[in-house]
């Protein structure tokens, strides 16, 4: 099993419409990250978590929210979606002691915004 | 906003040939990840740097952290097509040692 799991791997939907992408983790680690790629632009930081009552934002946190609802769980949502969201998304997670720990990726949800 | 500038883009080799990918910024980072990313797929980390000069080896890869910890290198000798996926530099600053990442080198080995 994967030890960081982002549902659904795939979602159209349309314009105006809320939508939620869920984050598991099995890593037992404190800190999230939720990260939108699209093509030429790299891995670009919406919201970080370092624990259940610490929320921050990124980069490009405008029109997205975040919830941590557990150690294990964080989730994004889009509540209005638009087209220029249409991206592939990517949650992580990393250990909390230490600077150099590395990020680990779940396996992305592609969404696409008509 | 801190920047970090890979280069090339794009890059299409034949399996065996060297190459070298470049990440650049005119900031200092307390320490350097490469990450590769195949298609369908979330990064994986390849190998982290931190001290100035570092030169770290992973089988044909080849990793260098600058002496002014601003810029690294990932040399690959003899390319594989097994080689071929997204190199993304991500640069750690700041006490939470968040990482900003550049925008990838997509690189093709052909067999």
């Known amino acids: 099993d994967a030890d960081v799991t982002q549902t659904p791997r795939n979602r159209i939907t349309k314009t105006g419409k809320r939508i939620m992408l869920e984050c598991s983790q099995t890593k037992g680690h404190d800190r999230m990250y939720w990260y939108r790629q699209d093509p030429g632009l790299g891995l670009r930081l919406i919201y970080y978590s370092f624990d259940v009552k610490d929320i921050n934002k990124g980069e490009i946190s405008d029109g997205y929210s975040v919830s941590r609802q557990a150690q294990a769980k964080f989730s994004l949502s889009l509540e209005s979606a638009i087209p220029n969201q249409t991206a592939l998304y990517f949650c992580?997670?990393?250990?909390?002691?230490?600077?150099?720990?590395?990020?680990?990726f779940g396996d992305g949800t592609r969404l696409s915004i008509l | 906003t801190q920047l970090l500038e890979q280069s090339p883009q794009f890059l299409s080799i034949q399996e065996g040939e060297n190459l070298t990918v470049y990440c650049n910024s005119s900031s200092v980072f307390s320490s350097l990840q490469w990450y590769r990313q195949e298609p369908g797929e979330g990064p994986v980390l390849l190998v982290t740097?931190?001290?100035?000069?570092e030169v770290k080896k992973l089988k044909r890869l080849t990793f260098q952290f600058g002496d002014a910890r601003k810029d690294s290198s990932l040399h690959i000798t003899a390319a594989q097509p097994g080689d071929t996926g997204l190199y993304l530099c991500?640069?750690?600053?700041?006490?939470?040692?968040?990482?900003?990442f550049g925008k990838g080198t997509l690189l093709t080995v052909n067999p």
């Open positions: 992580a997670t990393s250990a909390r002691q230490g600077s150099n720990q590395p990020q680990h």
């Open positions: 991500a640069g750690a600053t700041g006490s939470n040692y968040k990482l900003t």
């Open positions: 740097v931190v001290t100035g000069g």
